[in-house]
């Protein structure tokens, strides 16, 4: 999508910190930490969000969970809290499906 900043991002047109980066996905820190470990993973396909996830493209969704437990695994962190918001009122500002990865820090229950 050629107005999406993830999708600029997933194409190199815009710079990011990379993590790591695979055929479906890609991870990098996200410019606005909000933990001492804060990154985010996303699918390369254009997705909106989670409220758009279907039979059609639901598998990025269990890989990306595979490479979240391998990047965690990887880093040493045991405990971390995996976020996706979804519309505004929940706080997504970028509408191109991501799952906030966050650790570091005592994380308080229920979020905010
Ligand atoms: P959300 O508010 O849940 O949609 O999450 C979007 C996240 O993207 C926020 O945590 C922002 O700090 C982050 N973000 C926005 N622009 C960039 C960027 N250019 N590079 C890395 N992260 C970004
Ligand atoms: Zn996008």
Request: hydrophobic fraction near 40%; charged fraction near 20%.
């Amino acid at each position: 999508m050629s107005d999406c900043l993830f999708c600029k991002i997933v194409a190199g047109e815009i710079p990011s910190k990379k993590l790591y980066e695979d055929d479906l996905c890609y991870a990098f820190y996200d410019i606005d930490p909000q933990a001492p470990t804060h990154f985010l993973v996303i699918p390369k396909q254009h997705i909106p969000s989670a409220a758009a996830v279907t039979s059609e493209n639901s598998a990025v969704v269990g890989h990306i969970f595979e490479v979240i437990a391998k990047l965690t695994r990887e880093l040493g962190l045991e405990s971390f809290r995996v976020v996706s918001n979804i519309g505004e009122q929940a706080g997504q500002s970028v509408f191109h499906l991501h799952f906030h990865v966050l650790a570091g820090r005592d994380m308080t229950w229920p979020p905010g």
